[in-house]
């Protein structure tokens, strides 16, 4: 077989594998906050809580309940949805006039509540989620595991889906208008304050479904929301958060650089994304799909 | 008599009642309490002062902590250079990462500063100096000047005072001098500022790089009074500690970040052995003090003090 750079292919394709499903759900995430950012000015502090939230309902609905994988894949987008909408309703509806820190350190808070229950509870040791597509597709130059390939073209088919109704559809125009002037989006007789509260369960269940896809490829801990909602953020400031398109782009192509940056120089690999962010800050302040304000 | 007068009576006050305190209370928590009300001091210094919200002051706390530890112990620095070099570092940390950080304003900017924060961690992770998972243990406190011997706590509290009172009276003057007036005035009208001629960038910098500064000179006296630096310290909890402290006390107060610093230090103290609820106590006083008493408690005094003399 032959050899690239001196890495045998196998390895290659398999991080290039791991890479594109790291980068689905950075993909997921960040277009769940940019869509909430959009409409509420709100940072969602919580979003890796409630992504490491989503991946748990799942463990309890297979082991309390024996729910399947694919059942979990439908309820526990709503459940935690209900639970933002909860959230949306009782707290961050308050703090709309004030500003947009206040909903950073709010939604701060929130994290750390939902981890420190869930931590008191199951604590920092990882559960494992059983696989529900073991076993792979022999490529010849490759393997591809049947999950990963799975959840990498479902949260695309998701993203792609979102973005055709935030972009092409009456609903999402609304959605558009009443980002830009909800006072007459409001006057025109659409009632915005129900359309906020929506929008945010909507991107709180992108960041449960998120969770639920992530279950069977990491062990389910308390802690896997925190670590890995910073590099969303870095994702978040590299592709700016004024596209829907951007924000997918920029999460699936950051996970392919994390990817690539396994296999030829390891130790670099935590921090790489973050190093993207530093030279996209120098050269381009405003982030790669932002416009400059 | 006016607040500003009332601002040093009270001032002048706490400062008798440090004096006596490490007679009453146990001196390492004093020093604790001291360590974390000039961090939180300093972080105050951009959030309260330039409207600025850093969620990564961490790696300027952690870093020097790391700096002082390792020439303390490997380099055999006598503890007063320790410190110093921890500060320097601190600060050429916060000079490279606040051009790059003051790029990007309100939100953005503490997504930044986190990502960054989060860079520093894994350095200090990986690196061969720092020690891992353990941090850099038993940091020999050593003798200050080669004359003051600062293994007796006591002795120590009367050092850690003198640099809190030092890095508080920089704070204090910096928010009372003409700087410190075109900083409120970034935070209250960034465009005003601009039009009115001020270099806005040059001044965000600034005091980028004082806040950064004083946070590590906090972090490196913490460094010698626990004889430790570990990873703790350079954590994003340890940014969003914090931001708690400053919050709880009151944004853009000149005392209030000390006193949520020594609020939320007692409460941990308290609720030591509950483990995990530490972390759903903060979370719940987060979310409390943003929606019920977003002054802090030092601000909501002072506008209750207003309303009672009208």
Redesign the interface.
Known sequence: MFELLGVAPQALFAQLIVGLSNGAFYALLSLGLAVIFGMLNVINFAHGAQYMMGAFVAWMLLTYAGLPFWAALVIVPIVVGAFGLLIEKLLLSRLYQLDHLYGLLLTFGLALIIEGVFRHQYGVSGLPYANPLPGYLPLGFMNLPYYRGFAILFSLIVCLATWYTIEKTKLGAYLRAATERPDLVQAMGINVPRMLSLTYAFGVALAGLAGVLAAPIYSVTPLMGSSLIIVVFAVVVIGGMGSILGSILTGFGLGLVEGLTKVFYPPASNTVVFVIMVIVLLLRPQGLFGTPK | MNGKNLEVLVMAGLFVLLLAAPFVVYPVLMMQMLCFALFASAFNLLIGYVGL?SFGHAMFFGGAAYITAHTVKVMGFPPEAGILAGTLAAAVLALATGV?AI??Q???F???T???A??VY??CL?SPYTGGEDGIQGVPRGRMFGMIDLSNDLTLYYVVLAIFTFGFFVIYRTIHSPFGQVLKAIRENEPRAISLGYRVDQYKLMAFVLSGTLAGLAGSTKAIVFQLASLTDAA?QMS?EV?LMT?LGGLGTVIGPAVGAILIILMQEKFKTL??????T??????LT??LF?KGIAGEIAAYATRIRR
């Open positions: 919200l790059l790029r990007r309100g939100i953005y503490a997504m930044v986190l990502a960054l989060q860079m894994f350095y990986q994003w969003g931001v919050l483990g995990d609820w530490v972390l759903v903060q979370g719940v006083v987060f979310v943003v929606l977003r």
